[in-house]
Nanobody
Framework: QVQVEESGGGLVQAGGSLRLSCAASGGTFIAGAMGWFRQAPGKDREFVAACTWSSSYILYSDSVKDRFAISRDNAKNMVYLQMNSLKPEDTAIYYC???????????????WGQGTQVTVSS
């Protein structure tokens, strides 16, 4: 069973940057895909980014493409989300998830973290 835990959230001004980290443990991490999702107040959780184990296949939502970058360090069992040019509408709880394939669909992920809050002030 894979366990994931996010960190790195916080308060940042619009235009600023943050890097979220996701620590994963469990034997299946090395062969699995990792994804980032977010949930803003009063809204459904939505897809942000995902990548395969080798990072050869990467997905982004249109709202973050060209501003966010997902990466992973398999040797350290870590996944990162570098967020640049942040906007107030990026304010949300950000979740890391592990699954067998990189997908925009939440149900394709088996293991989820508790989330980390990102707040972008205007």
């Amino acid at each position: 069973q894979v366990q994931v835990e996010e960190s790195g959230g916080g308060l940042v001004q619009a235009g600023g940057s943050l890097r979220l980290s996701c620590a994963a443990s469990g034997g299946t991490f090395i062969a699995g895909a990792m994804g980032w999702f977010r949930q803003a107040p009063g809204k459904d959780r939505e897809f942000v980014a995902a990548c395969t184990w080798s990072s050869s296949y990467i997905l982004y939502s249109d709202s973050v493409k060209d501003r966010f970058a997902i990466s992973r360090d398999n040797a350290k069992n870590m996944v990162y989300l570098q967020m640049n040019s942040l906007k107030p509408e990026d304010t949300a709880i950000y979740y890391c998830a592990s699954g067998p394939v990189a997908s925009r669909t939440q149900s394709r992920y088996n293991y989820w973290g508790q989330g980390t809050q990102v707040t972008v002030s205007s």
